[in-house]
């Protein structure tokens, strides 16, 4: 099968535990580029932060961002969609946040607001080469908002996940990591955003080629013709794959793409 698209999570995929791209990873994601397939940054980040990771890769193109809610031409950095959030939905789950000290931003296509940063967060700030804007509460949500993130131990993420279950949800919560959830559009997935962009090139699924590990990947690696989930992945992302590669920390997107893609296995 040739892969005419092809769709990479970044953390916990693409890098590895170091937050490396690793040169064996990065010399066959441009290997695989060179032979004509379009890669694909699909990713929670946002678009700043997976605009430096492509330009790592040496790497152009458009990039999924926010989980789906908005997908960016790293060109000409024009905003090509965007599922935006109404600050009266998000409200509750700011306050509750708020009221239990748990640590959030409020993300546009291109910008990341927090109301607080101390040591902890800046780090994590540092280490997905993002720059967060302090904002105040009183200056409320910004425009165009379209993903808010809520990062805490798991412990605390499990919690609140359980205080807010019996809500009626006009937004989605999606796990993007151990220690994130993110909250956004009903409508925004990877998989939608991955399925909008193949329509918009004329790829049909079957050459759609997608790499992930945690349940926001779920979507892409339904709809591409073959997904694949590392194995550092939950066992419900590996269920939904249809093959299960090597760690982000043992080259795994090198490893599928050596033998998917350039043959070399």
Known sequence: MTYRLIALDVDGTLINDDHELTPRVTRA?????????EIVLCTGRGSASALSVLAHLGLSGTIVTHNGASMVDSVTREVLHEAEIG??????????CRARGIHFDMN????????????????????MLTMPILRSQAEGMPARTVKISIFAPKED???LETAWKDWQHELQTIRSGDSFIDVQHMDASKGTALAQLAAMRGVPREEVLAIGNYYNDIGMLRFAGWGVAMANSPDGVKEAADEVTVSNNEDGVAVVLEAKVLGEV
């Open 157 to 159: 993420l499990d919690e």
């Open 87 to 96: 600050a009266e939905a998000v409200e509750r789950y700011l306050a509750l």
């Open 108 to 127: 546009t296509a291109f910008e990341l607001y927090t109301e607080h940063l101390d040591e902890e967060t800046a780090a994590m700030y540092g280490r």
């Open 29 to 37: 994601v441009r290997a695989a580029a060179e032979r004509g397939a």
